[in-house]
């Protein structure tokens, strides 16, 4: 059955996770009437199959391994983990894999959800495939935010469709450990999963296709992860990958690797990065190809459709695939939809209110592993590849007050990128315990374009971990 209701609104949102959520909060907050399309569950991958269940499973893992270097604590953490409870916990944080709460703050909002798949079929015009099967026509008058994220990319693997692989998203919503357990990929979803697995009771084989883990970092950063990950007792395997697998009759899956080597296990995750959820979103009807990413200006305009009706913001745009960052974006993108629909002239320039800049020159992410690894800005291979003129300042964390007071065992390093021509900081990763909330400092150094000089008046505590700050100021001062 087909009901052409042809909604009109001023914004159609394409996608619910939280960078369409967002987006839709800002555009009604400006005033404009907007609805939301929610193929899945509202609060996309993040909320479900991502970042929460994924820190769920994390925490109770790098919190034992921190307690087990704390003096006191031996006794206490001898057995192993209990994994039921903390499944249970993974479930909560995961909402049950239901979207009530987030619906309940939808409506509250003052936004429209309409379930079914959201598919572009002209300039401003929506047609969406309810649940019912259903098709409801959508108008727009000013905007269509395209926000439909990102899903696992798999690697071309002959029979793959018959191996029951896991995705990122079986590998966050698991009920039980796996015994044996294949990672293929040593980027963040790689790293993170094998320290969640194996520290819940799997043994994990992680292969890594280049020489080392995490390999968009500063090398100590996966240098120190490999490390930890084999001192758990996970096998690591560089240069390496699968060329084939197979599952066989009794469950088990056999697979080879590029090496000539073979291995048996229990469950395959592929942690082989993203691609865009764009296949079927009608982009052939407004000019684009589907299944591309798609490109923006910094307003987060699509550039290749005349009339600066059509955004992409999140992962589908490729910029930066956080969920912070694609809110920040869904922040600048609701303020350029109000600001066009007002008829005003955008601000511009670097840090205007309608201008993304963050999510391309201070991307702050951190991988939560043992040890954490907190980044901002650039690596020094980044800047070499940029030609900018730069220095490097390194500090080894393991002698840190702080840090033998945070865990005896402490090992950690911190690297500070500074542009030689303009005294500030361009980039700072920090490898090491209890360092994500390290992270802010850093971010705001960067974004604040604070000169080095001004530096040594911010004083850190004693005895914290973010001494590193100080004693990088005096590594620069004496080398
Ligand atoms: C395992 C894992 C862990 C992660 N951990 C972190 C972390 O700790 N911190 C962090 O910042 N980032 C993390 N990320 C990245 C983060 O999940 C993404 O950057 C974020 O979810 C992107 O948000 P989004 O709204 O752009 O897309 P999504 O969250 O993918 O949401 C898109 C939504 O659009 C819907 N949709 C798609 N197509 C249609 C359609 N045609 N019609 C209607 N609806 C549609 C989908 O159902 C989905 O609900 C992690 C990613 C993974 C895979
Ligand atoms: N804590 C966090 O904030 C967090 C956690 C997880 C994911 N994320 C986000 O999600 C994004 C995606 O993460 P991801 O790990 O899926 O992607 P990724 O791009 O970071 O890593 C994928 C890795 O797989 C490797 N690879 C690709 N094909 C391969 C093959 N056939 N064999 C062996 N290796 C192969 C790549 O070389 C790469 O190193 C990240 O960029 C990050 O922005 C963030």
Redo the contacts with the bound molecule.
């Keep these: 059955m087909t009901t052409d209701t042809a909604g009109t609104y001023d914004v159609i949102v394409i996608g619910a996770g939280p960078v369409g959520e967002n987006v839709a909060d800002r555009t009604t907050a400006a005033g404009l009437s907007t609805v939301i399309v929610e193929s899945e569950l509202v609060g996309g991958e993040c909320s479900y199959w991502?970042?929460e269940p994924?820190k769920a499973l994390l925490r109770p893992v790098l919190l034992r391994a921190d307690a087990l270097h704390v003096p006191g604590f031996g006794p206490a953490l001898k057995g192993p983990l209990d994994t039921e409870a903390v499944l249970a916990h993974r479930d909560r944080m995961s909402a049950d894999w239901k979207d009530d709460g987030q619906v309940e703050w939808i409506k509250s909002a003052g936004i429209d959800l309409l379930r079914g798949h959201g598919r572009l079929v002209g300039q401003r015009e929506v047609s969406v495939e309810t649940p019912d099967s259903d098709t409801v026509r959508l108008r727009a008058r000013h905007a269509v935010a395209v926000c439909t994220g990102s899903r696992?990319a798999l690697?071309d693997l002959p029979g793959i469709e018959n191996l029951r692989a896991w995705t990122?998203r079986e590998a966050t919503s698991a009920q039980r450990p796996p015994g044996r357990l294949v990672i293929?990929?040593?980027?963040?979803?790689?790293v993170?999963m094998a320290t969640a697995w194996q520290g819940l009771g799997s043994r994990v084989t992680l292969?890594a296709?280049?020489e080392g883990l995490l390999?968009?970092m500063e090398p100590f950063a996966g240098e120190l992860v490999a490390e930890h990950l084999r001192e758990a007792g996970a096998d690591i395997r560089f240069n390496t990958?699968?060329v084939a697998a197979e599952r066989l009759p009794d469950g088990e899956l056999r697979i080879t690797l590029a090496d000539g080597g073979e291995l048996t296990a229990d469950e395959l995750l592929f942690?082989?990065?993203?691609a865009p959820r764009s296949q079927d979103i009608g982009l052939d009807t407004v000019g684009l190809i589907p299944g591309d990413w798609l490109t923006t200006d910094d307003t987060l305009t699509v550039t290749a459709v005349p009339g600066d009706w059509l955004y992409a913001v999140g992962d589908v745009n490729r910029r930066a695939?956080?969920t912070h960052q694609g809110k920040y974006q869904a922040r600048i993108a609701g303020a350029v939809i109000g600001a066009r629909a007002r008829g005003e002239t955008l601000g511009s320039g670097r840090w205007a209110p309608h201008t993304a800049a963050a999510d391309i020159e201070a991307v702050p992410?951190?991988?939560?592993t043992d040890p954490e690894i907190a980044s901002v800005g650039l690596t020094a291979a980044d800047a070499e590849r940029d030609g900018r003129a730069v220095e490097v300042v390194d500090y080894d964390m393991g002698q840190l007050a702080g840090a033998h007071q945070y865990r005896s065992d402490y090992q950690g390093r911190a690297r500070l990128v500074i542009d030689r021509n303009r005294n500030t900081v361009v980039g700072a990763t920090f490898a090491g315990p209890g360092v994500a909330e390290l992270l802010q400092s850093a971010t705001v150094a960067i974004v604040g374009e604070v000169p080095v000089e001004r530096l040594w008046h911010a004083v850190p505590a004693f005895p914290t971990i973010s001494e590193v700050w100080l004693r990088l100021l005096e590594t620069r001062r004496d080398q």
């Design positions: 991502a970042c994924s696992a690697p990122s293929v990929g040593a980027g963040v979803v790689g993170e292969l296709r280049g390999p968009r990958s699968v942690a082989t990065g993203r695939l956080f992410g951190v991988v939560f």
